[in-house]
C-alpha cells in the first residue's frame, strides 16, 4: 500500500528536496505541494493524502491554523499531520499538537528519519522529534506556555477508563512503544494495542499523541521539570 504525502511549505526549494526524497522512497508518493496553510487545506480535502508535512510558519494561513482546520474535518479523519520546523520544542509546536497534529520533526532531521516520521504517522503513531527530550515535551504539554491548570474537563473524561486502560495511558504519555509497555505491564503487546484503541475511542483521541496531550492536560501525568 502506498503512503499518499502532502507537502506545506511556503519555500519552494525544500518543497523540492522533499519531493525527491519522498517520491525515491518505494511505497511512499507525494499527491501534491502547497505554499501555504489555505491550500493545505484545500488539497488535503482534493487529495485526502495519508500524512501531511506541515510547516508551521507559512504567510497568510499558517501551519497551526491548517491543522486545526484539517483536523477539525470528519472527511478528513484518517489524515496525519506532521508539523516540519526549524525549533525542536517552542509553544507553537505543542499549540499544533493540541490542534490535532500526529507530531513534529526537526527540519535538520536525517533523510532517513523524515521517511521514518511519514511511516509512524501513517501507522497511527505519535511522533515526537528524536532530538527534544521528553521532559521539554512534557513541561511545554503541561503548561503550554501559559502555565495553565489541569483541564477539568479532561480529568472528568478519564472516569471512563479502567484501571489497566489509564496505567497503559501513563506509559504512552512516557513516550513507550506497545512493545516496551507491554513488557512493563507484563502483558502482551495485542493486550497493550487493545487498551490504547480503547482508551482513545473513549477519550476521542484521534491518535497517540493526541493521548499524549489529554494524559498532561487532565493531570494524570504530570511534567518533570528537571
Do not use: C, W
Request: charged share 25%; glycine share 8%; no cysteine.
Amino acid at each position: 500500500m502506498t503512503i499518499r504525502v502532502l507537502l506545506a511549505d511556503d519555500q519552494a526549494l525544500l518543497r523540492s528536496a522533499f519531493r525527491v526524497l519522498v517520491d525515491s522512497e518505494p511505497g511512499m508518493e507525494v499527491v501534491g505541494e502547497a505554499s501555504d496553510g489555505a491550500e493545505a487545506v484545500r488539497l488535503a480535502r482534493a487529495h485526502a493524502p495519508d500524512v501531511v508535512l506541515m510547516d508551521i510558519r507559512m504567510p497568510g494561513t499558517d501551519g497551526l491554523a491548517a491543522t486545526r482546520e484539517i483536523s477539525a474535518d470528519p472527511a478528513l479523519a484518517q489524515v496525519r499531520v506532521v508539523i516540519l520546523t526549524t525549533f525542536e520544542v517552542d509553544d507553537y509546536v505543542v499549540q499544533a499538537l493540541r490542534a490535532g497534529a500526529s507530531g513534529f520533526l526537526g527540519k535538520g532531521s536525517e533523510p532517513e528519519e523524515l521517511l521514518t516520521a511519514i511511516r509512524v504517522a501513517a501507522g497511527g503513531e505519535a511522533l515526537l522529534s528524536p532530538a527534544a527530550t521528553k521532559g521539554l515535551i512534557a513541561r511545554f504539554l503541561a503548561q503550554g506556555g501559559t502555565g495553565a491548570a489541569p483541564d477539568p474537563a479532561r480529568a472528568e473524561r478519564l472516569a471512563t477508563l479502567t484501571g489497566r486502560e489509564r496505567e497503559v495511558l501513563v506509559q504512552v504519555a512516557g513516550g513507550h512503544s506497545n512493545d516496551e509497555i507491554a513488557e512493563r505491564l507484563a502483558v502482551s503487546p495485542l493486550t497493550v494495542k487493545t487498551h490504547v484503541n480503547r482508551a482513545m475511542a473513549k477519550l476521542g483521541a484521534r491518535d497517540r499523541a493526541q493521548l499524549v496531550v489529554i494524559a498532561y492536560e487532565s493531570g494524570l501525568v504530570r511534567p518533570r521539570m528537571d
